[in-house]
């Protein structure tokens, strides 16, 4: 999960480790049933806290759960960050985005339920991958990459796109996955402005590994 600077002492310690116990359960509830009608009992027991804690970090459960969706997409964007490290074609960054995030069904099945089931509302979110995409996507237009004009825009397609093949590959685990995200990221990055052949190319470049 995302990490920030390390508490300075023990009581701010306990207190980072109680509120990650409450995000985490919640995280939970949202990858195995999507229901947010839990009880504060139930989220408190399930992160092995006292029912007292909750309201020491949290106003409602609302603010539990919107907290736990930006946990989860801010791992998701660090994930893809860290494995494209390296990458500086903004064409690349954007294939290599989509056919990681395939893989992530199989090994953060917990992160891709939660981004199917949520991610629509984050879109053009401050946090987890799309500050990262709309970069990459600014990059591509100010060095003519891509043709597009407008970066948010090609933000909401982009985004669209990923979570139907986030969708896909949930709900049809019996198709190739690999195979698909190429393809999609294909049509993505034609989408931008490549030419087909550039296209096709740049999405079936050596993948980086998810494991390292």
Known sequence: ?????????????????????????????????????????????????????????????????????????????????????????????????????ARMADSHPELMRILRDRGLSHIHSDSGLAPRALRDLEIGIASGRFTCGNATTALSALGGTLLSLVALRLDRPDLDGDQAASDLAEM?????????????????????????
């Open 1 to 101: 999960m995302p990490t920030s600077a390390l508490p300075k002492n023990r009581f701010e310690r306990r207190r980072a480790e109680t509120r990650q116990a409450l995000v985490r359960a919640a995280r939970q509830i949202l990858a195995e049933t999507g229901d947010t009608s839990a009880s504060i009992q139930a989220i408190a027991e399930r992160a092995d806290v006292g029912f007292g804690s909750f309201y020491n970090h949290f106003e409602s459960k609302t603010e539990l759960f919107d907290a736990a969706v930006t946990d989860a997409l801010e791992e998701f964007g660090q994930v893809i960050d860290e494995r494209v490290e390296g990458i500086d074609d903004p064409a690349e960054l954007v294939a290599a985005g989509f056919r990681l995030t």
């Open 188 to 212: 993505v990055l034609r989408m931008l402005g490549l030419a087909a052949d550039d296209a096709h190319e740049v999405t079936r470049r050596p993948l980086p590994d998810l494991a390292r």
